[in-house]
């Protein structure tokens, strides 16, 4: 079965300090990976993803996700946070093979920036 | 328009009875889905749709849930006689092509069944 999981539930972090918000998945075939982030009542927001090429990818935000075959693993990481990062971060996958092309999520990861 | 649009944003409905849903995707996108957010942030997938017709439905309930996009209309999710357990949020999202990758989300349709 093809799974995301998020280890972590919330990480807080101080503010100007790097964050990172975990992430591993389980697919079949090549991984085509995504971070979403969810602010209060808002619709979730696409900040970057990893398709094939560079392990490190940059996207919304100052954002960057490292991919990491060999870990499964696909962790969202920011040098230096703000408290306007405060929010629901989703890690999501696409399968390669199966012919779908739907996401699953992750169950998310609350980061709270401490000022 | 550049962004999917969802309505109402709020929906409450006694038990037993219909509720139905509608999304605008982004123009141009020619892939819908639906998605439903339940209690501790899970996102399940119900349906997606290559313009008018179903695409992938394997995350539909059957018996209760039916999904549609016609041409020049919003799309729309309908539940049937519904129950406490189908309190959620309801997303909709887009994407242009099947090899487009990700997917652009509209703010969620939150249903209340008391």
């Known amino acids: 079965a093809q799974s995301v999981a998020q280890p972590e539930d919330q990480v807080n972090v101080a503010e100007g300090n790097p964050l990172t918000v975990k992430c591993t998945y389980s697919?079949?075939?090549?991984?085509?990976l995504f971070w979403y982030v969810q602010y209060p009542n808002r619709g979730l927001q696409f900040l970057l993803k990893?398709?094939?090429?560079?392990?490190l990818v940059k996207g919304s935000y100052g954002f960057e996700a490292e991919f990491n075959k060999s870990q499964t693993s696909f962790h969202l990481k920011k040098p230096s946070a703000l408290v306007s990062d405060s929010a629901l971060y989703f890690c999501a996958a696409r399968g390669y093979q199966t012919g779908a092309n739907n996401l699953f999520f992750g169950t998310g990861t609350r980061l709270t920036v401490i000022p | 328009g550049e962004e999917v649009a969802q309505t109402p944003k709020h929906l409450v409905r006694g038990e037993g009875q219909k509720a139905k849903l509608y999304c605008a995707p982004i123009k141009g996108h020619s892939y819908v889905f639906w998605y439903q957010q339940v209690l501790k942030n899970e996102f399940k997938f119900l349906i997606s749709f290559q313009n008018e017709n179903v695409f992938d439905e394997t995350g539909m309930p059957k018996e209760r849930f039916s999904a549609k996009c016609l041409p020049n209309s919003p799309c729309s999710l309908e539940i049937q006689a519904t129950k406490l357990e189908d309190s959620a949020v309801y997303f909709c999202?887009?994407?242009?092509?099947?090899?487009?990758?990700?997917?652009?989300f509209g703010p969620g349709t939150r249903l209340t069944v008391t």
């Open positions: 990893y398709i094939t090429g560079d392990n």
């Open positions: 999202a887009s994407n242009q092509d099947f090899s487009s990758y990700e997917q652009y």
């Open positions: 697919v079949s075939g090549n991984p085509y």
